[in-house]
């Protein structure tokens, strides 16, 4: 058996269980997913804490002075720091910060400046 031959077979075996695998998906009843998906709570419960740190978050700059913010941010700490305290009265975890692409032309370790740049 030559090397074409085999990737042809192997081909075949491929579209093969691509098409059962299609089939079985195809074959499921519909009431299975539903039923999950409604089991689910639609809303989640209202923290006036999320609430307020997320009014906090889109203040911006004027957030740290705000005394309001401060005491949010004061009982999150509580919460999250507090020995014994419970994984359900933390916060959920927010996406993380996306990080700023370096720039290529900007070197930002001084001994990746050349010489010329310091001379200007």
């Not at 020995?83 to 933390?90: D, K, L, S, T, V």
Request: aromatic fraction near 4%; hydrophobic fraction near 40%; charge should be negative.
């Amino acid at each position: 058996m030559d090397g074409k031959m085999l990737a042809r077979l192997g081909a075949v075996v491929f579209v093969a269980v691509a098409v059962t695998a299609t089939a079985i998906e195809l074959s499921r009843d519909e009431e299975q997913a539903e039923s999950w998906a409604s089991s689910r709570p639609n809303t989640a419960p209202s923290d006036p804490l999320r609430d307020e740190l997320f009014r906090c978050q889109a203040l911006g700059e004027a957030g740290p002075r705000d005394p309001a913010c401060l005491r949010a941010w004061a009982e999150n700490r509580h919460r999250f720091l507090a020995p014994g305290a419970r994984p359900a009265e933390r916060l959920p975890e927010a996406a993380p910060a996306p990080h700023p692409q370096a720039d290529p032309a900007m070197p930002t370790h001084p001994a990746l400046v050349s010489p010329s740049a310091e001379t200007r």
